[in-house]
């Protein structure tokens, strides 16, 4: 269990939701715009909701997170992270043994911040920057750690944007049916059995399901897919088992869908993610 006192001055602790309002405390409590920890969990810890003051940058070093917030659901596999505005209540549950830094961030830091919540990709750079803030322990104040807090606070909105987010609509008949899906996603999913539970037209559906979300039916369906498939081949699972679990008549059909939203195949994609 983490000390009372120590939490803001040892980065690298195991975490628990006992400890979770000493952390908030000490990210409300800290004074350089740039505030960096890192922090270990268990698999399926899970932090309860709660919001920040600042900014967060959550970039999971090992593991697969999943945030919820009212807008929908976002998933941070390694080498991502989710950039969080200030005020977003969130939710976040540990999928496998995770490693989380999370970079929390004045909101009046710098002009040109990002304001909309969002997973993204992490640049080499941007993670040396943030290591080294959480080495050099919080409120250094010191001109180098200075120049290292600018730097990474003008890296942030370059980072490239990841369609790994899962937005919910506020309609209430299309949000059940999100969620109900979310539980038990599947290949198979048909626009006219959706138009038809909630009384519309196959026209009048596409264009409210898209006014809602921001994505069609199918780029929405996909993206719930891989999010329900990459912690099972994160932890090892044969990628015909995931895919013929998820309804896909065959690996190639996963594997070009797999393609189109996380821009590699399978098995390229999580090498990728174990050499970086």
């Excluded at 593991?63 to 005020?87: C, E, F, K, N, Y």
């Excluded at 049916?177 to 138009?195: K, M, T, V």
Aim: proline content about 8%.
């Amino acid at each position: 269990m983490i000390d009372q006192t120590s939490s803001q001055h040892h980065p690298q602790l195991r975490a628990s939701a006992q400890q979770h309002h000493l952390r908030l405390y000490a990210v409300e409590a800290a004074t350089m715009p740039v505030h960096a920890i890192t922090l270990r969990f268990e698999p399926g810890d899970h932090v309860p909701e709660h919001e920040h003051g600042r900014a967060q940058l959550l970039h999971p070093i090992a593991g697969v997170v999943i945030v919820s917030t009212q807008m929908g659901r976002w998933m941070v596999p390694p080498d991502h992270a989710l950039w969080i505005p200030a005020g977003v209540r969130h939710s976040v549950d540990m999928i496998g043994h995770v490693e989380m830094q999370s970079v929390y961030v004045k909101s009046d830091a710098m002009p040109g911040l990002p304001m909309h919540l969002h997973v993204t990709g992490v640049t080499p750079l941007l993670r040396s920057l943030s290591e080294e803030i959480v080495r050099q322990g919080p409120d250094n104040d010191d001109a180098r750690s200075g120049l290292i807090q600018a730097l990474l606070l003008h890296e942030i909105p370059r980072l490239p944007e990841r369609p790994l987010g899962l937005p919910l609509p506020a309609h209430p008949g299309l949000a059940r049916l999100c969620r109900s899906f979310i539980s038990a996603p599947s290949a198979r999913l048909e626009i006219d059995e959706w138009a038809a539970r909630t009384g519309m037209s196959r026209r009048t559906f596409t264009r409210v399901f898209r006014q809602e979300t921001g994505l069609s039916l199918s780029a929405w369906r996909q993206q719930a897919c891989v999010m329900a498939a990459l912690p099972r081949l994160t932890a090892g699972d044969a990628v015909t088992v995931v895919a013929l679990d998820l309804g896909y008549d065959s690996m190639p059909a996963f594997t070009t869908m797999f393609s189109r939203v996380m821009g590699a195949p399978p098995k390229t994609y999580l090498n990728n993610q174990k050499a970086a």
